[in-house]
């Protein structure tokens, strides 16, 4: 066992076995670096990481090249999910030096922490003869080597992102954002640009939340096209619900097969939108399937949801998931194993002739698809599943928060709202100490990284959303309070933010990067959250905040809006308000519930609601507004001035409606 056994992160412990000796990311690791006059050997990855297993059974199991690694270098192991920090600095560089990334990430460093060449996956003959030639270049040629790490160092500290802006997108970048997005629409198949495809969340936020401000029927025709072609493919595990990371190819067929939270999370709360939009039953379902898959596949005995899991089972990627024909027959028999074929594409859309399954079309007869599905993944239940990945980030429980409550609120099930809450308990328990988060947290025993960004924003994101379907002013007062120290430790002092607070690690470039990847960035993401605390309190501190981390979405729009899809969707709540509806009356009145479920319903961008008797304590949207003639009512508001109360759901809806015509 090496320095790795005592390890939170389950990626870490997957390495704890290995002949090589790792250490985790510290002070200590690099001075022993300096002590032996060798360079650092870092590598980053994360548990669900199917290149990253196959870069470890090559090479990190292999004893001649754990030998070398030992003797010439001191070996860091990072999980990138633990360290988003890190990830990113050596990321950037890595992109630099090479012009493109991935993971595993592999950087030779000197013991100060600069970089001098970079990689990411090597075949073992291959790495074992780099780490003999960076150990030469470093014995022979040191000056030159340091060198070179220093001007990498200060190129990458010298340039900004770029993106600076003179302010929030307006109406006309908002409608050019929509061009620019339509230009790279795949038609055919849904989504924007080639293979590989990643759900584009974001984007179709934006693209929702643009048509139900302007009624361009363009980008809602985008938005669903690509909402049901991914949820028919193979992208989208057609028995168990939830989607994988991306397809390998542009017709969403076969996945690279690991799930992750973040991704999850994101997509049920978008198809729930697109359902709210369009009332299509297939988004319910799509939206409701992947909450209950988080719930089952993820959620932890804490009370959290895990991170993801793997790609591969028993080491072959995607096993778990795919079939054959012999296979569906062996579990249906032949008349259903063949119906089974032909309504799920069993043809050989894999390796080894198996098939990844997807629903083109939904089936003739749903009695007996759904005995099919139910015995297929009673079936399925006996093989080996992928490894799950447990540790609770808080990010991405944050988002999930925020699905689960609108989910549940939009759906009439309470248990998702409940679940919602409970995770909420556990980042309080857990995450929370003295106004800080830590990131991440396993068992119920908090990490010792501390959080960054894009943890605050979405916390504050999921406690504004679940505040909005109970009333807790608990998750509104705390939502002010992760975001108060947002404003205080992260900002730049130019209006934007930076990954990391005042205080954290220092590292050769304090991490800035506002642009959305597979998760809205940090910046993006703390605009939505200080947008929507704004608007449930009336403060211009945070609305301002919100509108200035808003200008790099402007720059980006017209040519890269893919990449800013967090910043367009909050700008177009920007742009409608957004509208805030207070609901006054006992909460359990059946009166305040039908005006409570109708405020929820607006398809207004970013439409915030607070619920509960009057002048309730602690939600300043409620203040001063009170029941009309002893009956529950609905107050429509922008910048807390309001239009005249209203106590039925269908004037309210009606009330509504106006505020977009």
């Known amino acids: 066992m090496n320095r790795l056994k005592d390890a939170t992160s ?3 412990l997957q390495h704890a076995g290995n002949p090589v000796d790792w250490w985790e990311w510290s002070g200590e690791a690099l001075a022993e670096a300096r002590r032996r006059d060798v360079p650092v050997l870092l590598s980053v990855g994360y548990a669900a990481c199917h290149w990253c297993h196959v870069m470890a059974h090559e090479s990190f199991e292999d ?25 990113a600095v050596y990321m950037e560089a890595t992109q630099a030096m090479t012009g493109q990334g991935g993971w595993p990430m592999t950087v030779f460093m000197t013991p100060e922490g600069h970089p001098f060449y970079c990689g990411t996956y090597f075949p073992r003959a291959q790495f074992r003869a780099l780490l003999q030639a960076v150990h030469k270049a470093w014995t022979e040629q040191r000056e030159e080597v340091v060198g070179q790490g220093q001007q990498v160092v200060a190129a990458l500290t010298s340039r900004g992102s770029g993106l600076a802006g003179e302010g929030a997108p307006g109406e006309g970048l908002l409608a050019r954002s ?21 759900p584009p969340s974001m984007a179709l936020e934006f693209l929702l939340r643009h048509h139900a401000r302007t009624g361009d029927d363009e980008a809602l025709a985008m938005a669903g096209h690509t909402l049901e072609a991914m949820a028919r493919g193979g992208i989208y595990d057609q028995l168990g619900g939830g989607f994988a990371r991306y397809s390998v190819d542009a017709g969403w067929v076969v996945p690279h097969f690991e799930k992750m939270l973040y991704d999850n999370a994101l997509l049920a709360r978008v198809y729930a939108h697109w359902w709210r939009v369009t009332g299509t039953p297939f988004a319910r379902r799509i939206a409701l399937e992947t909450c209950d898959w988080m719930l089952r596949d993820l959620r932890t005995d804490e009370g959290g949801l895990a991170s993801a899991l793997d790609a591969d089972s028993e080491g072959v990627e995607g ?15 032949d008349e259903d194993g063949a119906y089974a074929e032909s309504l799920f594409k069993v043809t050989g859309t894999f390796e080894r002739g198996t098939s990844v399954l997807q629903l083109l079309h939904d089936p003739d007869d749903v009695d007996r698809y759904e005995r099919i599905r139910t015995a297929l993944l009673a079936a399925r239940a006996h093989r080996i599943p992928p490894a799950r990945d447990d540790k609770v980030v808080a990010a991405w429980n944050g988002l999930a928060v925020a699905a689960l409550a609108e989910c549940g609120a939009l759906f009439d099930r309470p248990d998702l709202v409940r679940a919602a809450e409970e995770i909420v308990r556990l980042l309080v328990d857990v995450h929370l100490s003295d106004g800080r988060l830590v990131r991440t947290s396993r068992g119920g025993t908090a990490g010792a990284n501390a959080g960054v960004l894009e943890d605050y924003a979405d916390v504050a994101e999921g406690l504004l959303a679940l505040h ?16 108060n120290t947002v404003l205080e430790r992260f900002g730049d002092g130019e209006g934007g933010f930076y990954d990391t607070a005042d205080d954290a690690e220092r590292l050769f470039r304090r991490p800035q990067d506002p642009t959305d990847n597979a998760a809205p960035s940090g910046q993006f993401a703390a605009a939505g959250a200080l947008l929507s605390f704004a608007a449930l309190t009336a403060s211009d501190w945070h609305r301002q905040a919100a509108e200035a981390a808003l200008a790099p979405a402007a720059k980006l729009a017209d040519k890269h809006a893919r990449f800013a899809g967090w910043g367009l969707a909050v700008a177009e ?3 409608a308000g957004p509208v805030e509806v207070a609901v006054i009356g006992d909460p359990a009145d059946e009166r305040t519930r039908a005006l409570h479920q109708t405020a929820l319903m607006s398809v207004a ?7 509960g008797p009057p002048d309730a304590e602690g939600v300043p949207l409620l203040e001063g507004r009170g029941l009309v003639d002893g009956v529950p009512a609905a107050y429509v508001c922008q910048g807390f001035v309001c239009r005249r ?17």
């Open 319 to 333: 096993k778990y998931y795919v079939w054959t024909p012999d296979q569906l027959r062996e579990v249906l028999g």
């Open 605 to 611: 961008p970013g439409a915030v609601v607070s619920v």
């Open 10 to 12: 389950p990626y870490l």
């Open 63 to 87: 004893d001649e090249t754990a030998r070398l690694m030992n003797e010439r270098f001191v070996n860091i192991k990072v999980d990138r999910e633990e360290r988003p920090d890190i990830d």
């Open 178 to 198: 929509v061009q620019a997005l339509a230009a790279s629409y795949d038609a055919a198949r849904g989504g924007f640009g080639g293979a590989p495809k990643f």
């Open 468 to 483: 909005g379907v109970t009333g807790d002013p608990h998750h509104l007062r705390l939502a002010g309070e992760l975001l």
């Open 573 to 575: 709540a920007r742009a």
């Open 645 to 661: 109360p209203v106590t039925s759901a269908a004037d309210l809806s009606r009330e509504l409606r106006g505020q977009l015509d």
